[in-house]
């Protein structure tokens, strides 16, 4: 069990351009979520998965981001057409069960130019 | 949808002495409550949850937090503050299904010598 792991760390990309980020989940773990974090501000929902199945989507998940669970194993998460707006910190977690807290990963920090 | 405000951005205190920080929830049910603290850089690592049960919870580090169904609070106390608890520090509600996880805006700790 080495933990939630993200890839890549850092990701700088121009605007206009597609970017895909992934998420590894801890193996056992049944849920998987995805989370936004600008600077100074808490995590904000963005989907939630249970296995491969995509349960909840934020409003803040424009038709430009779309997230994938294949297999209920890893998932991606795909920004197309970014914009500058999009530039955060975005964080996967994944739990097991309804009585677990979640387990984050490092994140993925995405920069726009 | 459940919400949390931590009414303290930033805190300050010496080292050694005791910590409070204070968050307010708002959910129509017995919600499920959390503590996580992020490090510069770094993804939460959950300090403590509430799900049921005693009202006193324990967590890691020293930490503990007391849920007040009356107050809708879920404060998070240390009596001894090491310079290593410097970081932000999270409060989190979620639903009773525990796949809905929202977060407050954080709340800052500073560690003087």
């Known amino acids: 069990d080495t933990g939630v792991s993200q890839n890549p760390r850092h990701k700088i990309t121009k605007r206009g351009q597609n970017v895909t980020f992934r998420c590894d989940p801890i193996s056992e773990h049944n849920r998987l979520y995805w989370y936004r974090q600008t600077l100074g501000q808490g995590p904000e929902f963005l989907t939630y998965f249970q296995n491969e199945a995509q349960l909840e989507k934020s409003r803040l998940l424009s038709d430009r981001f779309s997230a994938e669970r294949p297999k209920g194993s890893f998932s991606t998460l795909e920004i197309q057409r970014t914009e500058q707006g999009d530039s955060a910190m975005y964080l996967c977690?994944?739990?097991?069960?309804?009585?677990?807290?979640?387990?984050f990963g490092s994140g993925t920090r995405l920069t726009v130019v | 949808a459940q919400s949390v405000t931590q009414p303290d951005i930033h805190i300050t205190v010496s080292e050694g002495a005791s910590l409070e920080l204070r968050c307010n929830y708002s959910?129509?049910?017995?919600?499920?409550l959390f503590w996580y603290v992020q490090s510069p850089g770094q993804g939460l690592q959950l300090l403590l949850k509430y799900f049921s049960g005693d009202t006193l919870v324990q967590g890691i580090k020293g930490f503990e937090a007391e849920f007040k169904r009356s107050q809708s609070s879920f404060n998070l106390r240390k009596p001894s503050v090491h310079w290593s608890d410097a970081a932000e520090y999270f409060c989190a509600v979620s639903d009773y299904n525990n796949n809905d996880m929202r977060f407050g805006a954080g709340t800052r700790l500073t560690v003087k010598p």
């Open positions: 959910y129509g049910a017995t919600p499920y």
């Open positions: 977690a994944s739990s097991l069960g309804q009585t677990n807290g979640y387990t």
